[in-house]
């Protein structure tokens, strides 16, 4: 059992930064990929950035890419998100996700997830 807890969300202006973080509770943390997932009311919860476990490379939604930076920590157990340039439209709960055997970035392959954190981003 693998334990996430999200941190850092919050309300923001447009154009403005927030740093999310995601603690995972098992050593073993380095063997799982890492991803952020996020649900805007009425919505399907969505993918947006993942670092795999192994070469650390990185992978981004369209809608994110240049302004949302996912990195990890895994001495610290620990999974970042940092978001520039914040829209209107970047405004969901943002959930942290564990995969062991990742193959695709969808949230049928999380094998846990974290109870997730409000990213509220005003005009």
């Known amino acids: 059992q693998v334990q996430l807890v999200e941190s850092g969300g919050g309300l923001v202006q447009a154009g403005g930064s927030l740093r999310l973080s995601c603690a995972a509770s098992r050593r073993t943390f380095s063997s799982y990929s890492m991803g952020w997932f996020r649900q805007a009311p009425g919505k399907e919860r969505e993918f947006v950035a993942g670092i795999r476990e192994t070469t650390g490379s990185s992978a981004y939604a369209d809608s994110v890419k240049g302004r949302f930076t996912i990195s990890r920590d895994n001495a610290k157990n620990t999974v970042y998100l940092q978001m520039n340039s914040l829209k209107p439209e970047d405004t969901a709960v943002y959930y942290c996700?564990?995969?062991?055997?990742?193959?695709?970035?969808?949230?049928?392959?999380?094998?846990?997830w974290g109870q997730g954190t409000q990213v509220t981003v005003t005009v």
């Open positions: 996700a564990a995969s062991l055997l990742l193959t695709v970035w969808v949230p049928r392959q999380v094998d846990y």
